[in-house]
């Protein structure tokens, strides 16, 4: 039988002499309307691809055929033309939300890099994120997630990481004090975890040359 005690930014679920903490951030502000915006990027993606000549059509689904991309949600089945297709242009929607032009054929890029340096570190009471990648970025776009802090010796975490990134430079360190409050309601402190997750892709194709998640521990 388990009972379940919430506490600001916490459930905690007791029972059989176990407990399980999930770590939530504070519900200052709703992420309904974010929800409601990617809901109509991917109706948009679908509707373009409802419209497609037959060529274009065909030219994705050989695309998918000679790139396979296995997302991170189903590494053992690649992800058919169609949906490649409206992965990447609600990505592309995301990337550019003021000048859209849909990827309606795919142009592939050879691209295999290596993942990014990665650090996230208070200064001066400020939360920063420090990005070095190995290519420049006129080849890919790129979207950065990153959770909620997770404490030291939390033995349960389940929540989805948010998008928060696009970065303009894929050399910098930038500022996230607010934009890390504006999701979580709250910072990191020295030696919390956070997930940082990174989706790579080709800027004129379809093509994810590098999409995963890790633990980076805050300094």
């Known amino acids: 039988m388990f009972s379940q005690i919430k506490q600001r930014g916490q459930t905690i679920y007791t029972g059989n ?20 915006l990617i809901s109509s990027y991917l109706f948009n993606s679908v ?7 037959d060529a274009n059509k065909e030219s994705w689904n050989n695309f998918s055929y000679s790139f396979p991309y296995f997302p991170i949600s189903q590494p053992d089945q690649a ?26 054929s795919p142009a592939p890029v050879s691209l295999d890099p290596d993942p990014p340096e990665v650090s996230i570190f208070i200064s001066t009471g400020n939360l920063y ?6 290519l420049s970025n006129s080849y890919f776009d790129c979207l950065i997630s990153l959770s909620p802090p997770i404490s030291p010796g939390i033995s349960y975490v389940k929540f989805k990481s948010r998008i928060m990134i696009k970065p303009s430079n894929f050399t910098q360190t930038i500022d996230i004090t607010q934009i890390y409050i504006s999701k979580f309601g709250r910072l990191p402190v020295p030696g919390n975890t956070i997930i940082f997750s990174i989706i790579e892709m080709g800027k004129y194709d379809g093509i994810y040359p590098y999409e995963d998640n890790y633990k980076i521990i805050v300094t």
């Open 79 to 104: 992800l058919m033309g169609s949906q490649i297709f409206i992965k990447r242009n609600t990505h592309q929607q995301i990337l550019n939300t003021s000048s859209l032009q849909f990827i309606d």
């Open 129 to 134: 994120l420090s990005l070095i990648f190995p």
């Open 47 to 53: 509707k373009r691809w409802l419209t497609l000549s």
């Open 17 to 36: 002499k176990i407990s399980t903490i999930r770590n939530k951030s504070f519900p200052l502000q709703s992420s309904s309307g974010t929800r409601k």
